[in-house]
């Protein structure tokens, strides 16, 4: 008998920009805004509400300060401002999901934050040092991923179907032409190949397009149609 094949499927929830409940209907992770690119306390409450309803597991999507550029404007931080930076938004995170029932399960940066990461050792480590020792999800042999793994951290690969790659596995930059791919079934398909790469342990579809639900709920089927459990990475 064949072993199950498992893929956990997160979206970006908490933004202002999408279906926060149809997405939870779909998804089993959702990345919370903790307030710095988008969201407030409120939204946070409400997404946790839902994430407890619908046994969707929440992590703290962390990003710069930076709610006019949504958190995908390059910027460059002090190392100690950036930790307590995050401090601040887990915190605000778990303040919210405590009365709901939930746990901060895991931490994932958002935006320029996330490209920074993947290669800027000293912002790595800031990230790190202000996350409460969560487990972190991240892009394959990033730097964030190496330092949580040497620093005994649970660490869960993850893929964007919805985006375009460059031939040294890092995000083409959504200026580019071609960055960002297009279409229900073309995002399936790709999440299918990810799943398939064994690299991954979790697909990432993007909550701030007018069709996210749709993509998620095509990207599931796609998954579960290609014999894969499609359920949280923490089980």
């Known amino acids: 008998m064949e072993p199950v094949r498992r893929i956990d499927l997160n979206a970006d929830l908490g933004e202002g920009v999408t279906d926060d409940a149809g997405l939870l209907a779909v998804v089993t992770s959702a990345n919370v805004a903790c307030g710095f690119h988008a969201g407030d306390p409120e939204v946070m409450r409400a997404v946790c509400e839902g994430a407890a309803r619908t046994g969707v597991v929440v992590g703290a999507q962390v990003s710069y300060r930076d709610r ?4 995908r404007r390059p910027m460059d931080v002090d190392a100690d401002v950036l930790a307590e930076w995050v401090a601040e938004q887990v915190a605000a995170l778990v303040e919210a ?3 709901a029932g939930v746990e901060v399960a895991y931490l994932k940066p958002h935006g320029a934050l996330y490209n920074r990461v993947a290669d800027d050792e000293e912002q790595a480590a800031a990230v790190l040092a202000g996350s409460a020792g969560l487990p ?3 892009l394959p042999d990033s730097t964030l991923l190496r330092l949580a793994q040497t620093d005994g951290r649970v660490v869960v ?3 964007f179907p919805d985006r375009a790659y460059t031939q040294e596995g890092r995000l083409v930059p959504r200026t580019d ?3 960002l791919v297009e279409g229900a079934d073309r995002v399936a398909a790709n999440a299918v190949e990810l799943a398939r790469s064994g ?8 909550g701030d397009s007018p069709d996210a639900v749709a993509t998620a709920r095509a990207v ?3 998954l579960e149609t290609a014999g894969y459990d499609v359920r949280r990475w923490s089980e």
């Open 68 to 71: 006019e550029g949504f958190g």
């Open 97 to 99: 999901a405590t009365p």
């Open 136 to 138: 972190v999800l991240g």
């Open 157 to 159: 690969p993850e893929g």
């Open 177 to 179: 032409p071609g960055a």
């Open 199 to 206: 690299r991954v342990r979790t697909v990432c579809v993007h």
């Open 220 to 222: 599931r089927h796609a």
